[in-house]
């Protein structure tokens, strides 16, 4: 029997809610917690924390709708909002409702721990989440703002530790510096890109990267340094193949393109850095995520 085709309102939220995206949220809090030396026999925390990033996640992506609506009305109009297929009044109903989850599960992840970390960068998360849709993303600082949104969120996942090593920080501003590459390289991702903007996004995007890469100089691993090298300049190699196109030939599409590979590539990332601190099995785990993310993209565009 062939698949059942999904409704075109469930459709629609799921094209507003860009559900495929929500996964790179929880594999940056899984390699949060394991940077800081969480135990798996904590794993029920764990997953209030996942919970918790993918609400935070998604109320900014119904916020960043909401806000740009009219916006969206002349340069996407097919999207959700503007095309009237989810009201605003709706929108933003889900978009608070989001919010409090997000900042709920973090809170309920403390208690369980007897710890305010949770909370308190859960709160610091949602509030910059906001911030940002709310017009910081027009201003100079939207992408610094977008890249401390990530970093927050690999810290959200180390929360339930009581000590945050170096490692953990190298890799939550190294995630961060990729983010502010990727939201610039993306500013202009409806309509022809200025290749400055691009090549200046590219080159941060390629900094955060060789940040996380010195993973090694802060703490011992599970692979030899040599695997290490050749796993990073792989993941290089692929965010270099990746931009250039689009720098090149800075048309709408092709910078699209560039920005779903980009952002597909935090799973890969995340489950790199699992690799090198847990095992194979765990970075498994985790790159198992891109399966539903590929699956959910199906029916909702990535950008």
Same mark, same amino acid.
């Given at each position: 029997?062939?698949?059942?085709?999904? @409704?075109?309102?469930?459709?629609?939220?799921?094209?507003?809610?860009?559900?495929?995206?929500? =996964?790179?949220?929880?594999?940056?809090?899984?390699?949060?917690?394991?940077?800081?030396?969480?135990?798996?026999?904590?794993?029920?925390?764990?997953?209030?924390?996942?919970?918790?990033?993918?609400?935070?996640?998604?109320?900014?992506?119904?916020?960043?709708?909401?806000?740009?609506?009219?916006?969206?009305?002349?340069?996407?109009?097919?999207?959700?909002?503007?095309?009237?297929?989810?009201?605003?009044?709706?929108?933003?109903?889900?978009?608070? =409702?989001?919010? *409090?989850?997000?900042?709920?599960?973090?809170?309920?992840?403390?208690?369980?721990?007897? *710890?305010?970390?949770?909370?308190?960068?859960?709160?610091?998360?949602?509030?910059?989440?906001?911030?940002?849709?709310?017009?910081?993303?027009?201003?100079?600082?939207?992408?610094?703002?977008?890249?401390?949104?990530?970093?927050?969120?690999?810290?959200?996942?180390?929360?339930?530790?009581?000590?945050?090593?170096?490692?953990?920080?190298?890799?939550?501003?190294?995630?961060?510096?990729?983010?502010?590459?990727?939201?610039?390289?993306?500013?202009?991702?409806?309509?022809?890109?200025?290749?400055?903007?691009?090549?200046?996004?590219?080159?941060?995007?390629?900094?955060?990267?060789?940040?996380?890469?010195?993973?090694?100089? @802060?703490?011992?691993?599970?692979?030899?340094?040599?695997?290490?090298?050749?796993?990073?300049?792989?993941?290089?190699?692929?965010?270099?193949?990746?931009?250039?196109?689009?720098?090149?030939?800075?048309?709408?599409?092709?910078?699209?393109?560039?920005?779903?590979?980009?952002?597909?590539?935090?799973?890969?990332?995340?489950?790199?850095?699992?690799?090198?601190?847990?095992?194979?099995?765990?970075?498994?785990?985790?790159?198992?995520?891109?399966?539903?993310?590929?699956?959910?993209?199906?029916?909702?565009?990535? @950008?």
């Amino acid at each position: 029997m062939p698949m059942p085709q999904p @409704t075109n309102h469930f459709v629609a939220w799921w094209q507003l809610l860009r559900a495929g995206n929500v =996964f790179t949220a929880a594999s940056n809090v899984v390699a949060g917690y394991l940077l800081a030396g969480g135990p798996w026999c904590e794993w029920r925390w764990l997953a209030l924390l996942v919970v918790s990033s993918m609400l935070l996640y998604e109320a900014g992506m119904v916020l960043n709708d909401w806000f740009d609506v009219e916006q969206d009305r002349h340069e996407r109009p097919e999207r959700p909002i503007p095309s009237g297929r989810i009201t605003s009044r709706a929108a933003l109903r889900a978009a608070l =409702f989001l919010l *409090s989850g997000g900042i709920f599960f973090a809170c309920l992840a403390g208690w369980f721990v007897e *710890s305010i970390k949770p909370a308190g960068v859960g709160l610091l998360l949602a509030l910059s989440v906001v911030g940002y849709d709310a017009g910081l993303k027009r201003l100079w600082c939207g992408p610094l703002v977008m890249g401390c949104c990530r970093t927050l969120n690999v810290l959200l996942g180390a929360s339930l530790a009581l000590q945050w090593p170096v490692s953990l920080w190298l890799v939550a501003s190294g995630l961060g510096l990729y983010t502010v590459g990727l939201t610039l390289f993306a500013r202009s991702e409806a309509q022809t890109s200025q290749r400055r903007h691009l090549l200046a996004g590219c080159v941060i995007t390629l900094t955060g990267l060789g940040l996380v890469a010195l993973l090694p100089a @802060t703490r011992g691993t599970h692979l030899p340094l040599s695997l290490w090298a050749l796993l990073w300049a792989g993941l290089i190699a692929w965010v270099t193949s990746s931009c250039w196109p689009a720098i090149s030939e800075p048309s709408a599409q092709k910078v699209q393109t560039a920005v779903v590979r980009l952002i597909r590539l935090f799973v890969v990332i995340d489950a790199a850095i699992c690799l090198a601190i847990s095992g194979p099995v765990t970075a498994l785990w985790v790159l198992s995520l891109l399966v539903p993310m590929r699956l959910a993209s199906r029916w909702a565009p990535m @950008t």
